[in-house]
Nanobody
Framework: QVQLVESGGGLVQPGGSLRLSCAAS????????MGWYRQAPGKQRELVAS???????NYADSVKGRFTISRDNAMNTMDLQMNSLKPDDTAVYYC???????????????WGQGTQVTVSP
């Protein structure tokens, strides 16, 4: 089994910063792409940023220039640095990873439990 655990959410004022972290653990053979998604109340889940194990990162237009995704392949961790936060960034943020596991021997997508980010005065 593989688990993804997020941390770092919270309440922040507009213009502030937060850093989210995601750690993958369990019977991991390899982690391919990792990414952050978010879901605001009444809206569909949307991609925020993604990063393959090697290659170009991808950002939603709404967060370009404000958010930065990074990962440590050796530790199977991923971070999202969020700066200049806006009320529209309020959502539950989910970690996502494409993982091949040893036991069971398969490749599938995993999701974390989500962490709440609230941007409010």
């Amino acid at each position: 089994q593989v688990q993804l655990v997020e941390s770092g959410g919270g309440l922040v004022q507009p213009g502030g910063s937060l850093r989210l972290s995601c750690a993958a653990s369990g019977s991991i053979f390899n982690v391919y792409a990792m990414g952050w998604y978010r879901q605001a109340p009444g809206k569909q889940r949307e991609l925020v940023a993604s990063m393959p194990s090697g290659g170009t990162t991808n950002y939603a237009d709404s967060v370009k220039g404000r958010f930065t995704i990074s990962r440590d392949n050796a530790m199977n961790t991923m971070d999202l640095q969020m700066n200049s936060l806006k009320p529209d960034d309020t959502a539950v943020y989910y970690c996502n990873a494409d993982v091949r596991s040893f036991e069971p021997a398969l490749r599938r997508t995993y999701w974390g439990q989500g962490t709440q980010v609230t941007v409010s005065p």
